[in-house]
């Protein structure tokens, strides 16, 4: 797919935008001013795959924290900034590597001018995170719009007061709980700009129903090129979030962390417990350190005879059953036939070869 073109912006040891992989974020669920606990959680994180973190700074407790966090991880961190230009001066001097202001509550040109000022001297990018529960008040107007409209206006409207400071190291965010009014914001805001986009749905909601929320609004927005950070917004862990966002990416090949399994839903003609055989390869592939640079892998799991190999003849390596031993296939073309009890084992030995 064609990517948007954008700016290459610097996030600490980042660089998000201009045709670089979309990049995964997350946010610290413990609270930032307890230290030990953040630390642990960033660790856990940066082993699951989270490339950017944001933090919530909302008293100088967590400044202070910041502050020594900074010292302790590579990780890029965001510091996310609510109603106090204080917290944004503060963060900044602590460390932060990115500022997130939300317009619906910064938004005097004064406390925007300091705030820039010294984002500038530090270097540092602001993203512009506009969410549809604090869009600031357009009057009259407001009434007559759509949600994304509002959204955009919103942003439009800040990043105008930023550029004529001369601030151009921005980054966008349009966050809705909405699916269509979260995508609609995005695809015009790419019309209009050439700033990356941070993707979010706002409040996804629990993990379920918020990882199917999330891949159709997010996933729609990635395969029309739009979007260069994404954050999975779930009501679960922060580690859950970095496992449905590399999902996402994976599926849509624009990142590469593990191999894609493919495997059949089961029915009367399978003569195995498939089920149980797909959560064992999924267990041992979690183990397996996979660069998301390496190349598209496909690893299918077919039930019987009528569906593999013939369905699954673009997997890379597969395995279709029959009662009590499973066919091995490559491309298609049969291999050998192997016991079912060792067929997850042999279906790693070969990957291991192409890998």
Known sequence: MMRRKTKRIKVGRLIIGGNTPVAIQSMLKTKTEFVSAALKEIEALDKAGCEILRLAIKDNKDILALKVIRTQTRMPLVADIHFDKNLALGAIEAGADKIRLNPGNIYKKNDIYEIICQAKRRHIPIRVGVNS????????????????????????????????????DIVVSLKSSDIFETIKAYQKMAKLCDYPFHLGLTAAGPSRIGTIKSAISLGSLLCEGIGDTIRVSLTDTAAQEIRVAKDILNVLGLRKFSPEIISCPTCGRCR???????????????????????????????????NGPGEAKEANIGIAFGKSEGLLFKKGKPVKKVPVEKCVDVLLEELSKIR
């Open 133 to 168: 529960g604090s869009i600031k008040s357009f009057g009259s107007q407001a009434s007559r719009l759509r949600q994304s409209a509002l959204l955009v206006k919103s942003a439009l409207g800040y990043i105008r007061i930023l550029e004529d400071f001369g601030f151009c």
């Open 272 to 306: 195995v417990d498939l089920i149980k055989i797909v959560k064992e390869l999924q267990e041992k592939l979690s183990t397996l350190n996979f660069q998301a640079s390496t190349r598209p892998m496909k690893l299918a799991l077919m039930g019987c005879e009528v």
